[in-house]
Structures are given as C-alpha cells and as structure tokens.
C-alpha cells in the first residue's frame, strides 16, 4: 500500500463521512479564520478556537494556473495546468483552494462544489502527499 | 507649506543588459537633478527604495557623500508612494525645504515569486502552488468581469490601449503596438488573463524634486504641485492577493479608502481628473482599478472602453505612457514612474502621448501585496 502524509499537519482532518478543513473561530466575535491562527483579524482579541469548516459550499471565483509556478511550488516535475479557485462555505469563510478540474468551459460562478483530499505530489521515497481541494458535487 | 515637484527625471524602463538596478536610480536621480537645475549638494533629504536591486541610501557612493538624511523605503508595489508620501510629510511639515525620491529596480525574468513566511503564510500555501499573484488577478478579474456584467473582450482593449500608448512613449518597454486579437490569441496564463494582458517584472529608475511649493518657481518655470499623497493597508473582509481565504462581508479595497482619502485631502473630485494613471499590473487590474478610485461606476468600464474615453484623446485618459503592460513593473520605480508620467502630461511637455486641452488635475494608483495601496493628487 502507498504511504500517504498530508502537506500539513493542522490543515484538515479525515473523519468516518469525509475530509473537513480545520479552521479558527473567535469566541468573542464569531469570525471564522482558515487556516487556524491564534488572532481575530477582525476584533483583534486573541481567544480563538478550533472549528472545522462545512464541506460543501458554492464556487466564488476561479481561473486555471496555466504556467508552473517557480519556487517554493513543489508540485511535479511534469506540469499540468491546475484550477484554482475561492469557494464560498456557507456560515464560515471564503476558502482558496485547487480545482480538481482544469478546464474553464466547465467551471461557473456559482457551481455547487465539495472538499475532497487528492495526492499532490510524491517525496523522494515514495510517500504520497496529500492536500484538500474541491470537486464539482456530483449530482445524484 | 504646500509641497511642489519641481524636477523628474527617468532611467528607460525594459531590460538592460550590464546596468544594475542601482545605475539606474543614480542615472534618474542626475536627470532630476539636471531638469531642476540644482546639484546633488543642494538636496536637504532623500526617501528611496528598491525591491530586488539594493539599498537606495548607497546611491550616496555615486551621486555624493553630503552627509544628509537618506532614507530606505521598503514597500512592495507601494515602495515609490510610500517615499512619495514620507518627502510630502517632510516639506510639509516645515523640517526641510527641498528633498527628492527615488524608485529603482531589476528583476530577474518571470512571474514574480513570494516566499509564504515573509508575509506570515504557511508554507503548504506556497508549495501547493497558490501563492501567485497572476492568480489572484485571474480571479478578481474573473468575479469582477461576471458581478457587472463586462465582457471578457474588454481585457485585450484595455491591453491593446497599453501598447499604443507605450509605442509613443519613448522609455517605454513595450513599444510595439498588438492587435486585440493577438493579445487574446496569447498563451492563456490566468484564465482570463493571457501573457499579453500581463506587465512583466523589468528595470527602471525614477526620481523625482520636490521642494516648498512657495520656492518652486526658483527651480522651474512650470511647477506642478503635489496635492495630496496617500497610502493605505487592507481592511477586514476586503478581497487582497495572498489570501488563502476571505470573509463572507466584503469591505472596500484599500485602493478604494486611499483614493477617497487622496481626493479628499486634495480638496478635488474623482470628476475633476483629467489624466489618470492606474495599477495595471494585468488588464483586469485597470478594469477593477478605475471603478475603485472613483473614476468611473462599476460596471461602466464596458462602455468607457468601447467608445475609446480611457485614450488619450478621451474624457478619461487612463494610462497615458502605457502603464505597466508597456513599462514592466519594476517594483521599486513603478509608483513614482507613474508620478513622472503625470508631471509631463500637466507640465504640456508629453509630446506625442499628451493629453489634449491643458489638463489640470492629474491622479496616480498603485496596488500590492499584501494589500496595500497608495494614491497621488497633482495640479498645475
Ligand atoms: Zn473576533
């Protein structure tokens, strides 16, 4: 079986019914900060706690990276232009993220999207390393 | 004290095989010097700075070792309005009576790359490839473009106008003019934005005089008079480059809150411009720009566009040397290049770019990372 580790310890977790992103949430004001820092950039108090995010939400913007991006990009070596875009998560925050499409003519504003986990990239030994993107949600 | 400029000066802008960023700012600053009729000896302060090309106060080895106050500038995209604003504040203040700026740079080719710590981002932010900035743009132009209903189209005349206007501009880089149809046949970098559309990190060097606006006619028979100089930061919930993610309430862009401070300090309205020049770091940017600085309602660009009004024989000329798309953005300079564009165009002295009918209010933006802008108000 391959070894898999996330980009980043603290950037989401995998539960029984899928992945969530980790967020902070301000007790004192409501806001909801991704990822999770120690301040409120909105109150400027430091009582934060730790939330996670909803896993669906709706695509707010969107482009296609169309080049490979220099340092410190360590995706792999044989490029692919990838999708980037913000998705709006209802009650929470805006989040940025990669596409798991990367074709424009089939990405809208407003398209109803989900968090998924996908490899990324493989380190030298072979580990597969894992980030969080977002998918179009398959209608039923 | 009301403040004056009263000499520029400008190293070409583009790519310079063997000439350091530094050569270039010492080069503007003598043609400043020069334009003004003074000696490096007469100027009481300095403000300066440089992204990529070393430490402005150094140039002190070049231009001469007086002894004054030099200080460095470290801004970002806002290091020449920054330097612009602190002279402003110096002059203003009654501490000293004629001072200068300089912006200078040199980059290597390429989209610029950002290091996620520097700016407090963590590293996964970086290495997963959504630290770009041409990112950003794509889809701030993207949401721009489809929230008022503009069409894409829009984005190669905004490009084309940048490099008809650089073609007649003598320092500029970009001087050959392109179609819209070749600048949208271009690679496509940051759907919707293709390598057209996009200014390139480059070279330059600007520098300007400034002294008490009382004393400017000592210096030049056409003085032009620095009415405002502005720069602000990012507020909760406005939508900035570097920003793995955003609050559900939006708040003005900071180019919005130092436009309206710029205007307001100056005592003039976004109406009264009669040259402008804007951030135009990609065509969208010139797009959302004008909109956010007051020149124009949201959504109006289309039309603005189409009937030709942001040229420079328009209503509204915007970018009159080409701005960025044609110059390359050396980060240091760009500001301030900007300023020097403005003072030709109210001095009358633009030759084959100048805006028509005397103008006399002019208007300068730039935009950066990580959410910073700075605006200038100039009069005759
Ligand atoms: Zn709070």
Same mark, same amino acid.
């Given at each position: 079986?391959?070894?898999?580790?996330?980009?980043?310890?603290?950037?989401?977790?995998?539960?029984?019914?899928?992945?969530?992103?980790?967020? /902070?949430?301000?007790?004192?004001?409501?806001? %909801? %900060?991704?990822?999770?820092?120690?301040?409120?950039?909105?109150?400027? =108090?430091?009582?934060?706690?730790?939330?996670?995010?909803?896993?669906?939400? %709706?695509?707010?913007?969107? %482009?296609?990276?169309?080049? =490979?991006?220099? /340092?410190?990009?360590?995706?792999?070596?044989?490029?692919?232009?990838?999708?980037?875009?913000?998705?709006?998560?209802?009650?929470?925050?805006?989040?940025?993220?990669?596409?798991?499409?990367?074709?424009?003519?089939?990405? =809208?504003?407003?398209?109803?999207?989900?968090?998924?986990?996908?490899?990324?990239?493989?380190?030298?030994?072979?580990?597969?390393?894992?980030?969080?993107?977002? /998918?179009?949600?398959?209608?039923? | 004290? @009301? #403040?004056?400029?009263?000499?520029? &000066?400008?190293?070409?802008?583009?790519?310079?095989?063997?000439?350091?960023?530094?050569?270039?700012?010492?080069?503007?600053?003598?043609?400043?010097?020069?334009?003004?009729?003074? +000696?490096?000896?007469?100027?009481?302060?300095?403000?300066?700075?440089?992204?990529?090309?070393?430490?402005?106060?150094?140039?002190? !080895?070049?231009?001469?070792?007086?002894?004054?106050?030099?200080?460095?500038?470290?801004?970002?995209?806002?290091?020449? &309005?920054?330097?612009?604003? !602190?002279?402003?504040?110096?002059?203003?203040?009654?501490?000293?009576?004629?001072?200068?700026?300089?912006?200078?740079?040199?980059? $290597?080719?390429?989209?610029?790359?950002?290091?996620?710590?520097?700016?407090?981002?963590?590293?996964?932010?970086?290495?997963?490839?959504?630290?770009?900035?041409?990112?950003?743009?794509?889809?701030?132009?993207?949401?721009?473009?489809?929230?008022?209903?503009?069409?894409? !189209?829009?984005?190669?005349?905004?490009?084309?106008?940048?490099?008809?206007?650089?073609?007649?501009?003598?320092?500029?880089?970009?001087?050959? $003019?392109?179609?819209?149809?070749?600048?949208?046949?271009?690679?496509?970098?940051?759907?919707?934005?293709?390598?057209?559309?996009?200014?390139?990190?480059?070279?330059?060097?600007?520098?300007?005089?400034?002294?008490?606006?009382?004393?400017?006619?000592?210096?030049?028979?056409?003085?032009?008079?620095?009415?405002?100089?502005?720069?602000?930061?990012?507020?909760?919930?406005?939508?900035?480059?570097?920003?793995?993610?955003?609050?559900? +309430?939006?708040?003005?862009?900071?180019?919005?809150?130092?436009?309206?401070?710029?205007?307001?300090?100056?005592?003039?309205?976004?109406?009264?411009?009669?040259?402008?020049?804007?951030?135009?770091?990609?065509?969208?940017? +010139?797009?959302?720009?004008?909109?956010?600085?007051?020149?124009?309602? @949201? &959504?109006?660009?289309?039309?603005?566009?189409?009937?030709?009004?942001?040229?420079?024989?328009?209503?509204? $000329?915007?970018?009159?040397?080409?701005?960025?798309?044609?110059?390359?953005?050396?980060?240091?300079? !760009?500001?301030?290049?900007?300023?020097?564009?403005?003072?030709?165009?109210?001095?009358?002295?633009?030759?084959?770019?100048?805006?028509?009918?005397?103008?006399? #209010?002019?208007?300068?933006?730039?935009?950066?990372?990580?959410?910073?802008?700075?605006?200038?108000?100039?009069?005759?």
């Amino acid at each position: 079986m391959t070894r898999t580790r996330p980009v980043d310890d603290g950037l989401f977790v995998e539960g029984d019914d899928g992945p969530s992103l980790l967020a /902070s949430s301000c007790r004192a004001c409501g806001t %909801t %900060t991704f990822p999770r820092q120690q301040s409120c950039p909105k109150c400027t =108090r430091m009582d934060m706690e730790d939330r996670l995010l909803p896993r669906r939400g %709706t695509l707010w913007s969107f %482009t296609v990276q169309g080049f =490979r991006p220099k /340092s410190p990009y360590a995706g792999p070596k044989d490029f692919t232009p990838y999708g980037v875009g913000y998705v709006e998560l209802p009650g929470a925050v805006i989040v940025e993220a990669i596409l798991t499409g990367n074709d424009p003519q089939r990405l =809208r504003i407003g398209d109803p999207m989900e968090l998924v986990v996908v490899p990324f990239r493989e380190d030298d030994d072979g580990t597969q390393v894992l980030t969080y993107a977002f /998918s179009p949600v398959q209608s039923a | 004290m @009301d #403040v004056a400029i009263v000499g520029i &000066g400008i190293h070409p802008f583009g790519r310079h095989e063997g000439v350091s960023g530094r050569a270039q700012g010492a080069y503007a600053a003598r043609a400043a010097l020069k334009d003004a009729g003074l +000696e490096w000896a007469d100027i009481q302060f300095a403000f300066g700075g440089s992204h990529a090309a070393g430490t402005a106060d150094s140039l002190v !080895s070049e231009l001469g070792l007086t002894g004054i106050p030099f200080i460095n500038v470290s801004n970002g995209c806002a290091t020449g &309005g920054s330097a612009l604003l !602190s002279a402003d504040n110096a002059i203003r203040s009654g501490a000293y009576e004629l001072g200068m700026v300089i912006g200078f740079d040199k980059h $290597p080719r390429g989209a610029f790359n950002a290091d996620p710590a520097a700016v407090g981002l963590p590293a996964w932010y970086g290495e997963t490839g959504l630290m770009l900035t041409t990112q950003f743009f794509g889809m701030k132009a993207q949401r721009y473009l489809h929230t008022h209903g503009i069409s894409t !189209s829009m984005l190669a005349k905004v490009a084309a106008k940048a490099y008809h206007n650089g073609s007649l501009n003598p320092h500029a880089w970009r001087r050959v $003019p392109l179609t819209e149809e070749e600048i949208l046949s271009s690679a496509m970098l940051s759907h919707p934005l293709t390598q057209y559309m996009f200014c390139s990190p480059g070279e330059g060097g600007v520098a300007l005089v400034l002294c008490r606006a009382d004393r400017a006619r000592r210096y030049t028979d056409t003085p032009v008079y620095l009415r405002s100089a502005v720069l602000r930061t990012r507020r909760f919930g406005s939508f900035e480059v570097f920003s793995p993610w955003l609050a559900l +309430e939006r708040a003005d862009s900071p180019s919005v809150d130092a436009a309206r401070a710029a205007f307001e300090l100056a005592g003039v309205a976004p109406g009264d411009v009669d040259v402008a020049q804007v951030q135009d770091t990609e065509a969208g940017a +010139e797009i959302c720009h004008m909109a956010e600085c007051g020149l124009c309602e @949201d &959504g109006e660009q289309e039309k603005l566009l189409r009937t030709g009004a942001t040229g420079i024989g328009g209503s509204l $000329p915007v970018n009159t040397d080409g701005g960025c798309i044609a110059n390359g953005e050396p980060i240091g300079a !760009s500001a301030l290049r900007q300023v020097y564009e403005n003072v030709l165009q109210l001095r009358g002295a633009a030759a084959g770019r100048q805006v028509p009918a005397d103008p006399t #209010v002019a208007f300068s933006h730039v935009y950066g990372a990580p959410g910073v802008s700075a605006c200038a108000v100039l009069t005759r």
